[in-house]
């Protein structure tokens, strides 16, 4: 018997800030190993679309589903791994602190957040605290703190800005985990030709 794949479906979205319009009557399904590169212009809305998709904002219309091995998730943000420019760790903590905060908010098993840190390249790193890191380095935090629960949703908004070459090889991983519903926002060419399927909005 054939398992359900991870999909994650919009139908119909709109969203508008007053008089503002960044999008109406959008609708996309994307798979697991399927990632979707969401490009246009700045302000078009990218980030917009993938805050929507997390279900960390409420669309003017339309909805968002998850379903996971067949079954629907209600409560997407807790399936999803975001990363995101704006998104903020503690600088006084260390990388080791910070994600031990969130794995016990989490209830993950123990050993979690060596993993993630591994998985960045900062596991040597891992009791410095965050406020000695480089801007990449805080990046690849980022990128630690969304894969820490093993998520069946990564979105991943500019996740090579400010990385090195080895840091965009992990971009790289992270788009071709063929487990995950993958969406990338961003207006690198390199980094959409990741993905086999393109979203233009805007």
């Keep these: 018997m054939s398992v359900a794949p991870t999909r994650l479906v919009a139908e119909g979205l709109a969203m508008r800030y007053g008089?503002?319009?960044?999008?109406?009557?959008?609708?996309v399904t994307v798979e697991a190993g399927a990632p979707l590169a969401v490009t246009g212009a700045n302000g078009a809305g990218k980030s917009t679309l993938l805050l929507l998709l997390a279900g960390l904002v409420s669309p003017t219309a339309g909805t968002v589903a998850l379903t996971v091995d067949g079954r629907d998730i209600p409560d997407r943000p807790l399936a999803v791994g975001f990363v995101a420019p704006a998104l903020q760790l503690y600088e006084p903590l260390t990388a080791r602190e910070n994600l031990d905060f969130l794995s016990r908010a989490r209830r993950l098993p123990a050993g979690a957040t060596d993993?993630?840190?591994?998985?960045?390249?900062?596991?040597?790193?891992?009791?410095?605290?965050?406020?000695?890191?480089?801007?990449?380095?805080?990046?690849?935090?980022?990128?630690?703190?969304?894969?820490?629960?093993?998520?069946?949703?990564?979105?991943?908004?500019?996740?090579?800005a400010t990385l090195d070459a080895a840091g965009r090889a992990l971009v790289e991983s992270l788009v071709a985990e063929s487990?995950?519903?993958?969406?990338?926002?961003?207006?690198d060419p390199a980094e959409a030709a990741l993905c086999p399927r393109r979203l233009t909005i805007g």
């Excluded at 008089?19 to 609708?27: A, H, K, Q, T, V």
């Excluded at 690849?140 to 991943?156: F, G, N, Q, Y």
């Design 19 to 27: 008089r503002r319009r960044l999008f109406e009557g959008l609708s």
């Design 115 to 160: 993993v993630a840190l591994d998985r960045v390249g900062l596991l040597a790193r891992a009791d410095e605290p965050l406020a000695t890191f480089s801007t990449g380095m805080r990046q690849r935090m980022r990128i630690a703190a969304a894969v820490l629960h093993r998520p069946p949703v990564l979105l991943l908004d500019e996740p090579g």
């Design 179 to 187: 487990s995950c519903v993958v969406v990338v926002a961003t207006n």
